[in-house]
């Protein structure tokens, strides 16, 4: 996905398995959102929650289940 804004993520956007990868197309930060999705989490912590991605950024989003998602990459807190 080649984002300009915010990204929400809901519960079924994805299945078990599937990833998405999203890079931030714009000068400014940005943010993957956790719509209805019932738990997004910082890859390698405990931190679940709405997720930056900063500018030019590159972001991973692995779905676990279709309501769990794992957000890792480079410049995302």
């Not at 519960?11 to 999203?22: I, M, P, Y």
């Not at 500018?55 to 279709?66: D, E, I, M, S």
């Not at 309501?67 to 807190?77: F, H, L, P």
């Given at each position: 996905?080649?984002?300009?804004?915010?990204?929400?993520?809901?519960?079924?956007?994805?299945?078990?398995?599937?990833?998405?990868?999203?890079?931030?197309?714009?000068?400014?930060?940005?943010?993957?959102?956790?719509?209805?999705?019932?738990?997004m989490r910082?890859?390698?912590?405990?931190?679940?929650?709405t997720r930056?991605?900063?500018?030019?950024g590159f972001?991973?989003?692995?779905?676990?289940?279709?309501?769990?998602?794992?957000?890792?990459?480079?410049?995302?807190?």
């Amino acid at each position: 996905v080649n984002a300009t804004g915010t990204i929400t993520v809901d519960n079924g956007a994805a299945t078990a398995g599937d990833t998405v990868t999203v890079y931030n197309n714009t000068a400014a930060d940005i943010s993957i959102a956790d719509g209805t999705i019932t738990t997004m989490r910082l890859a390698g912590t405990a931190t679940t929650g709405t997720r930056t991605l900063a500018q030019r950024g590159f972001a991973t989003l692995y779905f676990v289940t279709a309501t769990e998602v794992v957000v890792s990459g480079n410049n995302v807190s």
